[in-house]
Structures are given as structure tokens and as C-alpha cells.
């Protein structure tokens, strides 16, 4: 089955690294959303794409994290001098889109995640 | 700002008890209200959703009860089994694709043999 794909599944990082989180959304879905889950907690949003244009990135936390979609199909969330609050497991989600005169139940489906540790 | 509460935190049931789970909302402008399963070490997947212009959802053994007024929904879970052990999390949209979801704190639910 082609879902939505992430990797790599955990990475490790020491305090100050930069790191890249690579997301493979499902085939021909334009919307993708990146949220971020800190431990038992629920995931919270970062930014959002519609094909490769980043239409909200008003949940990022900091200019430390960056994201792209440079041909609106793969995304990658980039998190430069990272710190030990990165610590989290980063979702990518992808959704159809919404169509015109289309269903308005646009369902996202999420990947398995990228627990990111920083030391 | 917290605009989607989850009750309670934890939950323990017996196989074939019913499982309830509540979500208070706080933004009138919300207008999807999806339940989401997570297991250890997956993502969320949809369970069920509901648009606030029906009270009631029964998909199976899922059923989610929608009260606008109040603004408050929940989970109701008949017959459950050990497989449904899971964390549950209530979130909630504004418009169409390209909204985020708004989750809430999440419930681990735990089904006894």
C-alpha cells in the first residue's frame, strides 16, 4: 500500500546539529501538513503546503525550522542548531486537496513519524 | 491557548465494556470534528468524523455523539476489545483542506482481557 512514507524513522542528534526530515507523501495528494508530537501529547501543527507553494507556516516554532516542497510531491523540514525542546516525534500528513464543489471531509492521512532525539 | 480539551487522560475497560471519551471545544467556527487511533510507534489514522450539522455517527462499533449547544463531542466505543488499545485523540478543523487539525491532549485507553 502507498501511504505516506517518512524517514529516517529515528535520528539522534547532538545539540546544535542540523538535521532534515524527509517526507513522501501519497501519490497525487496536494495538500501535506508537518505537525509536531512532544511525548503524550497530541501533535501539533507546523506548516502546511498546497502543491509546492507553503501557504501557512504559522506554527513553526522558530526561524531555526524551515520546510520545503520544492516540486509539490516530497517535503522536507530542515531544523537548524537544534535544541534538546526539538525533542519530539515530527508527523507528515497528506490530504487529496480540496476541490471546488468537492466533498468538504478532506481526510489526512498521517505517516509513521520521525522521532527526533537531541542529546 | 487549549481549543480542543480531552477527558479523561487514561482509560481502563473490561473486553466488551463500553469505552466513553469526551472533548470540549472552544472556537464556534470549527466545522470537522475527526477522531484519529495512534499506536505505539505509528501515526494517527481516522477512525471516525463528524460534521456538526448531524448530533449522532455510528460507523461498527464506533459512535461519536455531537452536542453543538454545548460544544462538546465524544467517543463511544461498545464491545470493546483487547485490539482497540490504543491512544485516541479528538481533534477539530476550521474550513476545507488545507486547515490544520487542532488535537486534543489525547486518551490512552487500556482493554483488559
Known amino acids: 500500500g502507498a501511504g505516506v512514507s517518512q524517514s529516517p524513522r529515528y535520528k539522534v542528534a547532538k545539540r546544535g546539529q542540523d538535521v532534515a526530515l524527509r517526507c513522501d507523501p501519497i501519490s497525487g495528494h496536494v495538500s501535506l501538513f508537518w505537525y509536531q508530537q512532544a511525548l503524550g501529547q497530541g501533535p501539533e501543527f507546523l506548516t502546511y503546503f498546497q502543491n509546492e507553494a507553503q501557504l501557512d507556516k504559522s506554527g513553526l516554532p522558530s526561524d531555526r525550522f524551515f520546510a520545503e516542497r520544492p516540486e509539490g510531491s516530497v517535503s522536507t523540514l530542515k531544523i537548524q542548531r537544534t535544541q534538546k525542546e526539538d525533542s519530539a516525534v515530527y508527523l507528515c500528513a497528506s490530504s487529496l486537496g480540496y476541490k471546488r464543489g468537492g466533498p468538504r471531509t478532506d481526510t489526512q492521512y498521517f505517516g509513521p513519524g520521525t522521532r527526533l532525539t537531541v542529546l | 491557548q487549549q481549543q480542543v480539551k480531552q477527558s479523561p487522560q487514561s482509560l481502563i475497560v473490561q473486553k466488551g465494556g463500553i469505552s466513553i471519551i469526551n472533548c470540549a471545544y472552544e472556537n464556534t467556527a470549527f466545522d470537522y470534528f475527526p477522531w484519529y487511533q495512534q499506536f505505539p510507534g505509528k501515526g494517527p489514522a481516522l477512525l471516525i468524523a463528524?460534521?456538526?450539522?448531524?448530533s449522532e455517527k455510528k460507523e461498527g462499533r464506533f459512535t461519536i455523539s455531537f452536542n453543538k449547544s454545548a460544544k462538546q463531542f465524544s467517543l463511544h466505543i461498545m464491545d470493546s476489545q483487547p485490539g482497540d488499545s490504543a491512544t485516541y485523540f479528538c481533534?477539530?478543523?476550521?474550513?476545507?483542506?488545507?486547515?490544520?487539525?487542532?488535537f486534543g491532549e489525547g486518551t490512552q485507553l487500556t482493554v483488559n482481557p
Open positions: 463528524i460534521r456538526p450539522d448531524v
Open positions: 481533534a477539530a478543523r476550521r474550513g476545507p483542506s488545507g486547515s490544520r487539525l487542532t
